[in-house]
């Protein structure tokens, strides 16, 4: 056997929507550093290979190779905008298109997959796995609610159908165990009605997960102790190695060109309202009026990071009658934005990372929830955890907003910061050296690269 193929060959699918790609490039950024010697491929689109290769240094990282593969999108279709297009088409180009380049790089190289490693949507890898006779890790880009809820999915039908399939909104999941705070009102689409071929493959995954050599989370030990204990019982190993912070880069891109962390070393501490719907979504227009007018009421400082161009119109003249107070960027260092002490309130969509990001950096939060997971993961933030709030009536009217705002920047900012703290201070324990993010990190390398069962 030569040198080539005995060398673990970790292969890694990325989701190729919203801030998916990203953690799973750094989580095999951090295995390629721990496992000098194993090689790492990284599958996903060219146009997200574009995308999160510009943010995400490889400088350095000789044992990992990106490789683009088919989106599924017929030569020149210009897409609507809808996520829900390209979702689909990628769906339909999968799993062929993954399974296609995969053989051209085991020729091109040489080299056997000795481990999958992918997105927990891309749930076919077990089986190409299993075909293969090795392990497929699947890693879950949310927390351990949602993953646990995915896992109920038949049961939650059987209770609806149980109550003539009314689906009373305020319902509340007690027969889920420690998710009965949640309320039918919070479940993603894709969980109550299961006909578009996305919630089809998510509801495949949730029958496919048990049979995963282990499931990665982006989160940590005791944030959710019943779910994880529950999950355990469903799962063959559950591995929290969160929270995630990118690795260090020997020559880190700049994310801060708009100058955001130099303004904000200009306020007063915790005075900010740091605003950010993640990769995929802007709030309708009215909602966006509703929040600059409770912004600029309130003459509260503010960093906003804004992309959607179409609905910069809207705020134009709200952002230049509050340049003295207020700074408006295309991207922030989120991360370092949120660990910042002028940093008061995050005005958030409740996407996952951005949660994970707010309770590292301590800064309570004012949720807007849209979408997939984002409705449960506010339903823990003010409910479970205590650490934020929603949005009056659930979009952004001027007085809820300026009613969020007075209760978390003054009312209940206190009480909110130090449980928020306690949190966060449990997450620094689990990635410190022997906590059990770090632990479970190492029993993850030992899964991946380990190569004898090829
Ligand atoms: C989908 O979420 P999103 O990608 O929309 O949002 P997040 O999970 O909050 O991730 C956004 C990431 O982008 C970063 C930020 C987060 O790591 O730090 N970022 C930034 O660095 N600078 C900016 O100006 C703006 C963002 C989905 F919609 C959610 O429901 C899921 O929970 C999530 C994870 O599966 O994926």
């Known amino acids: 056997m030569s040198a080539q193929e005995n060398t673990p060959h970790v292969v890694a699918f990325a989701f190729p929507i919203g801030s998916h790609p990203t953690p799973l490039l750094h989580l095999v950024q951090r295995l390629a550093t721990a496992s000098p010697h194993t090689r790492f491929s990284y599958f996903n689109t060219s146009t997200s290979n574009q995308r999160v290769l ?48 995969l053989e051209d790089i085991v020729a091109e190289t040489g080299t056997k997959a000795t481990c999958l490693l992918t997105d927990a949507f891309l749930w076919f890898s077990v089986e190409m796995a299993e075909e293969m006779g090795i392990p497929w890790v699947a890693f879950w880009t949310s927390g ?38 949640i309320h039918v009102s919070d479940l993603p689409q894709e969980i109550l009605h299961l006909d578009s071929p996305f919630s089809r493959l998510l509801y495949d995954m949730s029958l496919a997960l048990p049979r995963a050599a282990a499931v990665v989370l982006n989160s940590f030990a005791g944030i959710e102790p019943v779910v994880e204990d529950d999950l355990k019982l469903k799962l063959q190993k559950i591995l ?85 107070i207020g700074k408006v960027v295309q991207w922030a260092p989120q991360l370092q934005v949120l660990a910042h002490s002028s940093v008061g309130v995050f005005i958030t969509h409740c996407g996952w990372n951005s949660v994970m990001e707010s309770i590292t950096g301590g800064v309570p939060m004012i949720c807007r929830p849209f979408f997939g997971d ?12 205590g650490i934020g709030v929603g949005v009056e009536g659930g979009a952004f009217t001027k007085s809820g907003t300026v009613a969020a705002l007075d209760l978390v920047l003054m009312k209940e900012g206190k009480k909110m910061r130090e449980k928020i703290e306690k949190l966060g201070e449990c997450a620094s324990r ?19 690269t380990s190569s004898s069962h090829s």
Request: proline share 9%; charged share 20%.
């Open 374 to 385: 984002q409705m449960t993961n506010r339903r823990r933030v003010e409910d479970v955890w």
């Open 144 to 181: 351990p609610t949602s993953v646990s809820l995915h896992m109920y999915t038949d049961l939650i039908h059987s209770r609806l159908r149980e109550n003539g399939n009314t689906q009373d909104e305020e319902q509340t999941l007690d027969f889920v165990p420690g998710l009965s705070a």
């Open 54 to 101: 510009s943010k995400v240094n490889l400088h350095g990282y000789d044992n990992i190779k990106a490789y683009d593969v088919d989106d599924g999108a017929p030569d020149g279709h210009v897409f609507s905008g809808n996520p829900m297009e390209a979702i689909e088409m990628f769906i339909k180009a999968t799993p062929e298109n993954f399974r296609r380049r």
């Open 240 to 324: 929290n190695v969160g929270p995630f912070s990118p690795p260090p880069s020997p020559t880190p891109p700049s994310d801060d060109q708009g100058g955001c962390l130099s303004w904000l070393s200009n306020q007063a501490p915790a005075s900010v309202a740091y605003l950010s719907f993640g990769t995929m979504l802007t709030p309708p227009p009215p909602e966006l009026v509703a929040l600059a007018e409770a912004l600029e009421e309130k003459q509260i400082p503010y960093l906003w990071s804004f992309r959607d161009n179409s609905k910069r119109h809207l705020l134009e003249g709200f952002f230049e009658r509050t340049k003295s």
């Open 430 to 448: 689990a990635v410190a050296e022997n906590g059990s993010s770090t632990e479970n990190f190492k029993s993850l390398v030992g899964i991946v």
